[in-house]
């Protein structure tokens, strides 16, 4: 256990009658990406005593206002690879079960109000944290995808969640997909957002890099990296790209141009750079904008996105992003079938010919579509009284 002791956490949220301001959140990873999105939700309910459970470490710079319980466990990027394959999604559920198990101890103690799994594996199996309160709610928050499951899979998974109360998502598409399965239960599409950090500091035009400064952030799967690391790399080759990954590294590759710097636990350290980068390649949905590609541009950084999908079982180039989910302003959609749009574009950049997109612009963007105002949704479902119904 991390963040303190178990008669400490007793201390906190058993101080406020009926755990009416505790709330349990189950995830499979304490980093990545669906962690930080939990890390913001957090951060901006001060008033509710969080109790998180999941495999890794106690985060840098956690919210006061959680108590963590960690748990050492594999490699979430490996394992979450493995059991996305449809013929072994069975696998994320005893991959979860031992946290769902001390989540259930927890809600029997604190009858908490709301308990939150990441995750369509954790939240099936939450409901029996409802056995110590029948007044408990299990929500699930969803960052993936299903539509491109077989039949079978989507039936069970309707099944398994027909004792959950509801659903956050972040999209459109991910909405239609969740209201299949979840007929008659609030489905919430909350647009991604960035944190305050990413829209501090001023935005001004500047001089293009030479060579071309491009960031990549995030996962190297081959359908959110494979795009980049070859346009870039043909690039590298002639001295017009110089291309920083943010990340793991991707295994088997030592090129020149491209330089790997790890994962960034610090918000600041991250707008750094985004504020030094000339464009950053964006892995993206049918209809929305990766967490990356939103910090971006709310830092003032102009974005390439391809065109296919960076989610397995999409990639397959059948679907398309739409050209307009990036307007020219601040930034550009590419053909991800065909690697010869983007490299002329970034060689175009990295030789005087056009730009990016305007950086004030990108700021004035992300703060209309992406800011934190779009938590205050999620706040308002899980602990407030307004819900918005199927």
């Known amino acids: 256990m991390t963040g303190g002791s178990a008669a400490r956490d007793d201390h906190d949220g058993g101080a406020q009658a009926g755990g009416e301001r505790t709330a349990i959140v189950v ?7 669906s962690w930080s999105w939990f890390e913001d939700v957090i951060r901006h309910s001060p008033d509710v005593s969080w109790i998180v459970v999941g495999y ?8 006061a206002n959680a108590r963590f319980i960690a748990l050492p466990g594999g490699d979430y990027l490996k394992v979450g690879r493995l059991a996305a394959r449809p013929w072994l999604l069975w696998l994320n559920f005893p991959y979860v079960l031992p946290l769902v198990v001390i989540a259930a101890l927890l809600a029997w103690r604190r009858k908490p109000p709301v308990v939150v799994g990441n995750g369509i594996a954790a939240a099936s199996l939450l409901p029996i944290c409802r056995l110590g309160s029948h007044r408990t709610r299990v929500w699930l928050a969803y960052h993936s995808a299903i539509g491109h499951l077989p039949g079978g899979a989507r039936r069970a998974i309707r099944a398994l969640l027909a004792p959950v109360a509801g659903a956050v998502c972040n999209s459109e598409g991910n909405e239609r997909e969740l209201r299949a399965v979840m007929p008659g239960r609030s489905v919430i599409p909350v647009p991604h957002w960035a944190d305050d950090t990413f829209f501090s500091g001023g935005v001004h035009e500047r001089e293009l890099s030479s060579p071309l400064q491009v960031l990549y952030v995030g996962r190297t799967d081959p359908e959110k990296f494979g795009q980049c690391l070859r346009v870039c790399t043909a690039l590298a080759r002639q001295g017009l790209v110089q291309l920083t990954v943010v990340g793991p590294p991707a295994e088997g590759f030592t090129l020149p ?11 600041a350290a991250l707008k750094d750079r985004y504020d030094r980068a000339d ?6 949905d049918v209809d929305y ?9 709310a830092s003032g950084c102009p974005v390439v996105v391809s065109d296919v999908p960076a989610v397995g079982g999409k990639c397959d180039g059948s679907i398309r992003i739409p050209r307009d989910l990036v307007p020219g302003t601040v930034g550009a959609v590419v053909d991800g079938t065909d690697d010869s749009e983007a490299v002329a574009l970034l060689r175009g950049w990295a030789t005087g010919i056009g730009t990016p997109g305007d950086r004030p612009a990108c700021r004035a963007f992300a703060s209309d579509r992406f800011s934190s105002r779009n938590i205050r949704l999620i706040g308002d479902a899980w602990f407030g009284d307004r819900h918005r119904e199927a």
């Open 289 to 297: 904008l990766s967490r990356p590609g939103v910090e971006a541009l």
């Open 279 to 284: 464009v950053t390649w964006a892995p993206a």
């Open 27 to 33: 995830t499979p990873a304490l980093k990545y990406g």
């Open 56 to 63: 890794g470490s106690r985060p840098a710079g956690a919210p």
């Open 257 to 267: 141009g491209i330089r790997y710097v790890g994962y960034l636990s610090s918000r």
